[in-house]
């Protein structure tokens, strides 16, 4: 087990941030760490990272714990924050170099090359920090969030912020270094998840609300929840689409056509088609849509 936290809570003056939260990450695992803004995804890391202490309940990062053993755990974490600080004014180099200095990194010019190396940072690095663009930006924060090869990584919102492009490269460069760390990223863009985690949890208002294997909290949260867009040959109304068993609502997209939604065990589009059969309808399309994690999420966090 990579990370444990066992009924964290934190309270900023009169603000409660988290509220009585457990959680566990499994050595390789990339878990991501899913909420709506003020969800409380920042505090938890920076408690993770020794740079804010909780206000009770323990965690600790492969067995060391974040309030007594700080030295420890930052020898073995990575840390990304958000917006990722960095010193404009410094050389890419240079700034690699100081941050290796302060983890008293012995080879640290050779580890700099291979930070370069494997941040895809060759052709920037001979910048000031300032004059890089923000998808190189975030390779420097991964680099030096990187360079004492830790363990684990924790990167909040690595994202946030980028073109499409580069958010492809950064997600990319993730799922790279997540073969050989532990990585708990934060997001509150569903789509990352799906793209980058095995798991994810899902937090809203300090507490966790969702914690499984993306493919299953996609499933079980929607099990029985379905969404059918229909389009018939002539007009009909919502109120007779809610006569078909289990359907609960209908709403008019355009023209004829509808999207149903329904809360059933079984395939309902049947019972669409004996409806339009019923009523003199001829159904011209009929499409069952995934349900994503975009909705789940939604759900979870309203
Ligand atoms: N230093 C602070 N002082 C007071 N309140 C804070 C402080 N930092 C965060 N908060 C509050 O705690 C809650 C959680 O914040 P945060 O952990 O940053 O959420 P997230 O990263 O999910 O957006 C928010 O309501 C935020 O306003
Ligand atoms: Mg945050």
Request: with cysteine.
């Amino acid at each position: 087990m990579s990370i444990k936290v066992t009924n964290i809570s934190k309270i900023y003056g009169e603000q409660k941030a988290l509220n009585d939260v457990s959680f566990e990450v499994n050595t390789g695992e990339i878990v991501g760490f899913l909420g709506p803004n003020g969800a409380g995804k920042s505090t938890m890391m920076k408690i993770l990272t020794c740079f804010i202490p909780q206000t009770s309940g323990t965690a600790t990062v492969f067995g060391f714990d974040v309030a007594e053993q700080s030295l420890e755990v930052r020898k073995n974490v990575g840390y990304l924050p958000e917006h990722n600080p960095l010193y404009l004014d410094m050389y890419v180099k240079e700034y690699l170099e100081f941050i290796g200095g302060l983890h008293h990194l012995k080879n640290i010019n050779s580890r700099i090359a291979e930070m370069i190396e494997m941040t895809g940072l060759q052709i920037e690095q001979k910048k000031k920090i300032g004059a890089l663009s923000k998808g190189y930006r975030q390779r420097v924060g991964l680099a030096q969030a990187l360079i004492h090869d830790p363990k684990v990584l924790i990167l909040d919102e690595p994202t946030t912020g980028l073109d499409p492009n580069q958010l492809e490269e950064i997600r990319n460069l993730i799922i790279q270094v997540g073969k050989e760390k532990t990585v708990m990223l934060s997001t509150h863009i569903m789509q990352e998840v799906e793209a980058v985690c095995d798991r994810v949890i899902i937090v809203n208002n300090g507490q966790i609300v969702a914690n499984d294997k993306t493919s299953i909290i996609q499933k079980t949260q929607t099990q029985n929840k379905q969404f059918i867009t229909v389009e018939f040959d002539k007009e009909t109304s919502r109120n007779s689409l809610k006569t078909i068993t289990d359907v609960y609502d209908a709403k008019n997209i355009s023209g004829n056509s509808w999207q149903i939604e329904a809360l059933s065990n079984k395939d309902i589009r049947t019972d669409i088609f004996q409806f339009a059969v019923k009523n003199g309808l001829i159904v011209l399309t009929l499409h069952k849509e995934e349900q994503r994690l975009e909705d789940v999420f939604k759900h979870l966090t309203k």
